[in-house]
C-alpha cells in the first residue's frame, strides 16, 4: 500500500469517528459512555427524599432529646425543693422540741427554791440553815453541852415540825436510842428553856412527860423499834447525869 493510501485511509476513518459522535471507537476500546448531566440530576431527584427525612428525623431526635432534658430538670427541682421542705419541716420539729424542754426546764427552775451555799463537814447534817452533828458516844447532859460549844454550836434547839421530824428520821432505832437536846428546867422545876435563854414555847413530849420523877430536869429524844412511837411524842425528861448521846447544832456557814 503506498503512503497516499494510507493516508486516505485514516482520514476515512477520523471522518467517521467524527461523524458518530466517538461513539464506535469508544465500543471498539472498551470505554464506558460519559454520565450525562440528565442522568446526574436525575440521581439525585432520586435520593432527594431519603435525605430530607433523615434531616427531619435528626431535628425531631434533638427537639425529643431537649424536651427530656428540660422535663428531668424540672421534676429534679420540684423533688429537691420537695426535699427541702421536708427538712425545713422537720428542723422546725426540732427545733420546737427543744424550745419546750427549755421552757420546762425553766419553769422547773423558777419553781425549785436557790440552795444557799453551806459548809458543813461531812458527819454533821445540813437542815434549814444549820449543821446537825449525831453522836455515837454518851456524855451527861453538861459535858454534851460542852463538847457541841467546843465545836462552835450547842445541843439543838427543837422549835419546828419540821426540824424535830428531820433530827426524827435521821436517828438509826434500837431498843431504846436516846439522845440529849438543849433543853432543861434546872433553874425553875417546871419551866423548860432552851440553851439559848429562850423559853419553850412547844414541845413534842411523849404522852405524861415531863413527869419530873426523879428530879428529871434534862429531856432528850427516844427513837425505838416499835413502829408505832411517831416523832411528835419522842421527847422524855431524865436526870442530867445520865449518860447518853447527844445532838448538837451550830449555824451553817456561808
Same mark, same amino acid.
Given at each position: ?8 485511509? !485514516?482520514?476515512?476513518?477520523?471522518? /467517521?469517528? @467524527? ?18 448531566? !440528565?442522568?446526574?440530576?436525575? $440521581? ?6 431519603? +435525605? ?6 435528626? #431535628? ?8 427530656? @432534658? ?6 429534679? $427541682? ?26 420546762? =426546764? ?25 449543821? *446537825? ?6 456524855? /451527861?447532859?453538861?459535858?454534851?453541852? +460542852?463538847?457541841?460549844?467546843? =465545836? ?20 438509826? /432505832? ?27 414555847? /412547844? ?15 434534862? #429531856? *432528850?429524844?427516844?427513837?425505838? +423499834?416499835?413502829?408505832? $412511837? ?25
Amino acid at each position: 500500500m503506498s503512503t497516499e493510501e494510507g493516508s486516505h485511509s !485514516t482520514e476515512g476513518m477520523y471522518s /467517521r469517528l @467524527v461523524e458518530d459522535g466517538g461513539t464506535g471507537a469508544d465500543e471498539e476500546f472498551g470505554a464506558q459512555p460519559a454520565p450525562s448531566s !440528565t442522568g446526574v440530576r436525575g $440521581r439525585l431527584a432520586h435520593h432527594g427524599p431519603y +435525605k430530607v427525612a433523615t434531616a427531619c428525623l435528626t #431535628a425531631f431526635c434533638l427537639i425529643l432529646l431537649m424536651a427530656l @432534658v428540660a422535663i428531668s430538670v424540672h421534676y429534679n $427541682r420540684r423533688d429537691t425543693a420537695s426535699m427541702d421542705q421536708n427538712s425545713l419541716k422537720e428542723k422546725n420539729r426540732e427545733l420546737q422540741n427543744e424550745i419546750d424542754q427549755l421552757k420546762t =426546764k425553766l419553769e422547773k427552775l423558777e419553781t425549785t427554791p436557790t440552795p444557799q451555799p453551806v459548809q458543813c463537814t461531812d458527819d454533821w447534817l445540813y437542815f434549814n440553815g444549820s449543821c *446537825y452533828f449525831i453522836s455515837m458516844f454518851s456524855h /451527861r447532859w453538861m459535858e454534851s453541852q +460542852k463538847y457541841c460549844e467546843d =465545836k462552835g454550836g450547842h445541843l439543838a434547839i427543837i422549835e419546828t415540825d419540821e426540824e424535830q421530824t428531820f433530827l426524827w428520821d435521821k436517828l438509826p /432505832r434500837g431498843h431504846w436510842n436516846s439522845y440529849w437536846f438543849g433543853i432543861s428546867d434546872e433553874k425553875v422545876e417546871g419551866d423548860w428553856y432552851w440553851v439559848d435563854g429562850t423559853k419553850l414555847v /412547844r414541845g413534842f413530849w411523849e404522852d405524861g412527860e415531863p413527869n419530873n420523877h426523879v428530879n428529871e430536869d434534862c #429531856a *432528850y429524844i427516844v427513837k425505838t +423499834k416499835v413502829l408505832s $412511837r411517831v416523832a411528835f411524842k419522842s421527847w422524855y425528861d431524865a436526870p442530867c447525869s445520865m449518860s447518853i448521846p447527844w445532838i448538837c447544832e451550830r449555824k451553817a456557814a456561808k
